[in-house]
């Protein structure tokens, strides 16, 4: 892989609507692997020491779509390209990103973060708030303009001959502390009730950060969790491993355009997100191994099956 250094060749072309260059339309395309080093982001170079533990693939993805230049940092392993994929919607939350990593050399597979200059919105525009298909499907979450090439250029990572579609969708996020906190970002917490949202604590383990309200696993899904007897068995096996989760109907009531939202109504897969209280990160490291164990995916130093949601 790293024999292509530094020719940032535009490889692909994942447009929806044609890769002619019609801006109205949208477009997205990625680089070849480069060196991480090459990467313009403070989240990669703060963690190229560890990045050279493992042989990495960085590319540097681009989507114009609506007046929106987005740049997104990929990162995979090329030994274990098949591992779990995350995606981290908010350029603000740096744990988030170390976990990332973590998990990136742990368990193999790969990440994508948006580039918003280190804040969590991009020229007004949240991330996480941009996931859309139709115009008929953004305006449920109040946005006249819908973002499918923006949408499927992330999604395209599970459904590419690596990983097969079959997740599971992982995100990490970081949130404020306490439910009041200030950055917007305070609003997820276990003690914050809200329409079509179910809370499930995690039991007590001895580790007491993971029962602060701020770190938790945020799952989704169309059904009430009492009609769907996978998704709590997942939630009862995540408490027992000391996680708590938030789980939130989805409905388009209150589709919100955010991953976890848009991967439930359109029923992709399994979602999950951890979600820990800005700096937190050996505590969503934590989170994430607990999180792997349940999922039954194990680290590439102890496994000869790299991730059995391709076996299935
Ligand atoms: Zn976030």
Redesign the pocket.
């Known amino acids: 892989m790293r024999r292509i250094l530094g020719s940032a060749v535009l490889a692909g072309c994942l447009a929806v609507a044609g890769c002619a260059g019609d801006r109205l339309a949208g477009r997205s395309t990625i680089t070849a692997c480069m060196d991480p080093r090459e990467a313009h982001s403070a989240d990669i170079h703060r963690n190229l020491a560890a990045l050279r533990r493992a042989p990495i693939c960085y590319r540097r993805q681009e989507v114009h779509e609506g007046g929106y230049h987005w740049v997104f940092h990929v990162l995979e392993h090329t030994k274990a390209p098949n591992g779990p994929f995350w995606v981290?919607?908010?350029d603000?939350?740096n744990a988030?990103f170390d976990a990332g990593v973590h998990a990136l050399l742990t368990y193999g597979g790969g990440l994508l973060a948006v580039d918003a200059g280190g804040h969590?919105a991009f020229f007004g525009q949240d991330p996480?708030r941009n996931f859309s298909s139709s115009r008929a499907e953004s305006r449920l979450c109040g946005s006249p303009r819908p973002a499918p090439v923006y949408t499927q250029a992330i999604l395209a990572h599970y459904r590419d001959g690596k990983r097969k579609g079959r997740g599971p969708y992982l995100?990490?996020?970081?949130?404020g502390d306490g439910h009041n906190g200030n950055g917007g970002?305070g609003n997820i917490s276990l003690y914050r009730n809200g329409p079509n949202l179910t809370h499930w604590p995690g039991a007590a383990t001895g580790n007491r950060a993971l029962q602060d309200e701020d770190n938790l696993i945020f799952m989704a899904g169309t059904r009430p969790v009492s009609a769907d007897p996978a998704a709590r068995r997942r939630i009862t096996a995540l408490n027992r491993a000391g996680l708590s989760v938030i789980y939130k109907q989805v409905t388009p009531g209150n589709f919100d355009c955010s991953l976890s939202d848009y991967v439930a109504r359109h029923q992709l897969g399994e979602y999950y997100n951890i979600?820990a209280q800005h700096g937190a990160r050996d505590t969503q490291i934590e989170m994430l191994d607990r999180l792997m164990a349940v999922l039954g995916i194990r680290p590439l130093r102890d496994r000869s099956n790299a991730n059995p949601f391709l076996d299935r």
Not at 171 to 175: C, F, I, M, Q
């Open positions: 981290l919607p908010h603000s939350e988030a969590r996480n995100a990490l996020h970081n949130n970002d979600e």
